[in-house]
C-alpha cells in the first residue's frame, strides 16, 4: 500500500539524538518534499546538544510516557478507550503472544505505549512510519492493530542483529513496507519476509550540509613531535564500536611515530576506556571531548588528518550498520580507516576508497595505523577518492525519493 494525503505519525525511540542524524536528516528531506508529520518518541531526550538540522525540523513532537507508572492518568484513559476499540482483541491477543515469548516489563510498557498513542492521535493521522524494528516497531505494531492504521519501518542494526527471528518474522508479514541502510541487512530481512516488502536504502548523506573542505595538503608523518598526526573518531562509547581494541592498537604503535587522539561522542564506557587509555601510558595523547554538536564534528573533520572507526560484534549480537560517520569523514576528504564489517565495505573499497581491517584484531589496526600514520601521500589519495564516491553515490536524495514516492508524496 502507498499512502495519499494525510498526516504520517514518526515512531522513534528518542528524540532528538545527537547519535542518530540520519533519522533528522531524514525527516527534514520529506518534510522538505511536502510530507505533514508528527514525532512521537518513546523516550525523553537526554543530550543536552542539538544538531541544527532538529532546528529545523517543524514538526511536533509527542513524547508517550517513558515508565507507564510515571503517567498513571494517560495510561488508563488509553487503557478504557482502547477496550472500546474494534481492533483492541486483536492488539491484546498479539502482545500475549508476544509476552509469552518475551516475559518482560519492556514487553508491556510498549503496550501501554501503545494505547496511550493510540488514544491521543491526531485524528488527521492515516500511516505510521517507524524506525527500528525493535521496541519502536512493537508500539507502531499494536498502535496499528488498535486503530487499523496501516504502517511501514525502517530498519537499521542493532534492531536487525538483536531482535529474535519470529518477532522480526511476525512484524515483517504484517507491516506494508520496510527499508534498510545495508545490503546484508536487507538480504536477511528479505529472507524472513514476503516477497516485495524488503528494500536498500542507503541513508547517504545530506551534501548541502557538509559542504568540501578546504584544500587538504599532504600533512604530517609522524617523524616530526612537533607535528603529531591526529587521528580522529566519532562514536558512541559502546562495546560494539571497538574502541577498547582501538586504544590497544595505539599501544602497539611504534614509539617513535608522533600521533595524538581526538574522540568525540558519550557513552557508557567512558570511565571504563579511560582507565584502560591510563593503564597503557595513551593518556596524555588522547582528547577525550564528548558529545558535540554537528558544527563542531565537522570542525574536527576537517583539522584530523586520519578517521579511525573499529567496528565488531559485541557480546549480544548488537553490530553497526554503515555508520553515517564514515561517509561525513569521507565528505571531507579524510582518509578512512576501518573494520571490513557489516555494511562498511559497500562504502568502503579497500585500498580504492580507504583501507579495512578484519574487527576485533588490534594487532592488524595497529598495523594499518602506522602505514597511514607514515604515509600522508597514500592519506591524500585515499581521502580524495572516498570523497569522489561519497558524492557520487551516496547522496540521501536518492533514498529520500524512494521513501517520499512510498509515502505518496509527489516527486
Same mark, same amino acid.
Given at each position: 500500500?502507498?499512502?495519499?494525503?494525510?498526516?504520517?505519525?514518526?515512531?522513534?525511540?528518542?528524540?532528538?539524538?545527537?547519535?542518530?542524524?540520519?533519522?533528522?536528516?531524514?525527516?527534514?528531506?520529506?518534510?522538505?518534499?511536502?510530507?505533514?508529520?508528527?514525532?512521537?518518541?518513546?523516550?525523553?531526550?537526554?543530550?543536552?546538544?542539538?544538531?541544527?538540522?532538529?532546528?529545523?525540523?517543524?514538526?511536533?513532537?509527542?513524547?508517550? $510516557?517513558?515508565?507507564?507508572?510515571?503517567?498513571?492518568?494517560?495510561?488508563?484513559?488509553?487503557?478504557?478507550?482502547?477496550?472500546?476499540?474494534?481492533?483492541?482483541?486483536?492488539?491484546?491477543?498479539?502482545?500475549?503472544?508476544?509476552?509469552?515469548?518475551?516475559?518482560? $516489563?519492556?514487553?508491556?510498557?510498549?503496550?501501554?505505549?501503545?494505547?496511550?498513542?493510540?488514544?491521543?492521535?491526531?485524528?488527521?493521522?492515516?500511516?505510521?512510519?517507524?524506525?527500528?524494528?525493535?521496541?519502536?516497531?512493537?508500539?507502531?505494531?499494536?498502535?496499528?492493530?488498535?486503530?487499523?492504521?496501516?504502517?511501514?519501518?525502517?530498519?537499521?542494526?542493532?534492531?536487525?542483529?538483536?531482535?529474535?527471528?519470529?518477532?522480526?518474522?511476525?512484524?515483517?508479514?504484517?507491516?506494508?513496507?520496510?527499508?534498510?541502510?545495508?545490503?546484508?541487512?536487507?538480504?536477511?530481512?528479505?529472507?524472513?519476509?514476503?516477497?516485495?516488502?524488503?528494500?536498500?536504502?542507503?541513508?547517504?548523506?545530506?551534501?548541502?550540509?557538509?559542504?568540501?573542505?578546504?584544500?587538504?595538503?599532504?600533512?604530517?608523518?609522524?617523524?616530526?613531535?612537533?607535528?603529531?598526526?591526529?587521528?580522529?573518531?566519532?562514536?558512541?562509547?559502546?562495546?560494539?564500536?571497538?574502541?577498547?581494541?582501538?586504544?590497544?592498537?595505539?599501544?602497539?604503535?611504534?614509539?617513535?611515530?608522533?600521533?595524538?587522539?581526538?574522540?568525540?561522542?558519550?557513552?557508557?564506557?567512558?570511565?571504563?576506556?579511560?582507565?584502560?587509555?591510563?593503564?597503557?601510558?595513551?593518556?596524555?595523547?588522547?582528547?577525550?571531548?564528548?558529545?558535540?554538536?554537528?558544527?563542531?564534528?565537522?570542525?574536527?573533520?576537517?583539522?584530523?588528518?586520519?578517521?579511525?572507526?573499529?567496528?565488531?560484534?559485541?557480546?549480544?549480537?548488537?553490530?553497526?550498520?554503515?555508520?553515517?560517520?564514515?561517509?561525513?569523514?569521507?565528505?571531507?576528504?579524510?582518509?578512512?580507516?576501518?573494520?571490513?564489517?557489516?555494511?562498511?565495505?559497500?562504502?568502503?573499497?579497500?585500498?580504492?576508497?580507504?583501507?579495512?581491517? $578484519?574487527?576485533?584484531?588490534?594487532?592488524?589496526?595497529?598495523?594499518?595505523?602506522?602505514?597511514?600514520?607514515?604515509?600522508?601521500?597514500?592519506?591524500?589519495?585515499?581521502?580524495?577518492?572516498?570523497?569522489?564516491?561519497?558524492?557520487?553515490?551516496?547522496?540521501?536524495?536518492?533514498?529520500?525519493?524512494?521513501?517520499?514516492?512510498?509515502?505518496?508524496?509527489?516527486?
Amino acid at each position: 500500500m502507498t499512502r495519499r494525503g494525510g498526516r504520517a505519525a514518526i515512531l522513534v525511540k528518542g528524540y532528538p539524538r545527537l547519535s542518530e542524524t540520519f533519522i533528522a536528516q531524514e525527516i527534514l528531506g520529506l518534510e522538505r518534499r511536502g510530507l505533514d508529520a508528527e514525532i512521537v518518541s518513546l523516550r525523553h531526550p537526554t543530550d543536552q546538544k542539538r544538531h541544527p538540522v532538529h532546528e529545523a525540523i517543524k514538526a511536533p513532537v509527542r513524547y508517550l $510516557p517513558e515508565y507507564l507508572y510515571q503517567e498513571p492518568g494517560r495510561v488508563l484513559r488509553g487503557l478504557l478507550a482502547g477496550i472500546r476499540r474494534p481492533g483492541f482483541g486483536r492488539a491484546l491477543s498479539a502482545f500475549l503472544k508476544d509476552w509469552w515469548r518475551d516475559r518482560t $516489563p519492556n514487553r508491556g510498557r510498549r503496550f501501554g505505549q501503545a494505547l496511550v498513542l493510540a488514544h491521543e492521535l491526531d485524528p488527521r493521522i492515516d500511516f505510521l512510519y517507524v524506525h527500528f524494528l525493535h521496541t519502536p516497531a512493537s508500539v507502531a505494531r499494536y498502535t496499528a492493530l488498535l486503530t487499523g492504521l496501516p504502517w511501514a519501518a525502517s530498519a537499521h542494526a542493532r534492531d536487525i542483529w538483536t531482535s529474535p527471528d519470529w518477532e522480526k518474522r511476525e512484524k515483517l508479514a504484517e507491516l506494508d513496507w520496510l527499508v534498510t541502510c545495508t545490503a546484508v541487512g536487507a538480504e536477511h530481512l528479505a529472507s524472513l519476509a514476503p516477497a516485495g516488502k524488503v528494500s536498500l536504502v542507503y541513508h547517504g548523506l545530506d551534501l548541502a550540509r557538509f559542504a568540501p573542505a578546504p584544500w587538504r595538503e599532504a600533512g604530517a608523518d609522524g617523524s616530526d613531535p612537533e607535528r603529531p598526526v591526529t587521528i580522529l573518531s566519532v562514536g558512541r562509547l559502546v562495546a560494539k564500536k571497538g574502541y577498547d581494541d582501538l586504544l590497544d592498537a595505539l599501544a602497539r604503535l611504534p614509539a617513535p611515530l608522533a600521533w595524538r587522539f581526538v574522540h568525540i561522542g558519550g557513552g557508557p564506557l567512558k570511565d571504563a576506556l579511560s582507565a584502560q587509555a591510563e593503564r597503557l601510558g595513551l593518556s596524555g595523547r588522547i582528547d577525550w571531548r564528548g558529545a558535540q554538536a554537528q558544527g563542531a564534528v565537522l570542525g574536527a573533520l576537517r583539522q584530523a588528518d586520519l578517521f579511525v572507526l573499529a567496528s565488531r560484534e559485541d557480546g549480544d549480537g548488537d553490530r553497526d550498520g554503515l555508520p553515517n560517520v564514515l561517509m561525513e569523514a569521507q565528505s571531507q576528504a579524510l582518509a578512512c580507516l576501518a573494520t571490513r564489517f557489516s555494511g562498511i565495505p559497500e562504502l568502503i573499497r579497500d585500498g580504492e576508497t580507504g583501507m579495512l581491517v $578484519p574487527p576485533g584484531d588490534p594487532p592488524a589496526l595497529a598495523e594499518g595505523l602506522a602505514r597511514m600514520i607514515a604515509d600522508p601521500a597514500l592519506r591524500l589519495r585515499l581521502g580524495r577518492a572516498g570523497e569522489r564516491r561519497v558524492r557520487q553515490d551516496f547522496d540521501m536524495n536518492r533514498g529520500l525519493d524512494l521513501i517520499a514516492a512510498r509515502l505518496g508524496l509527489a516527486s
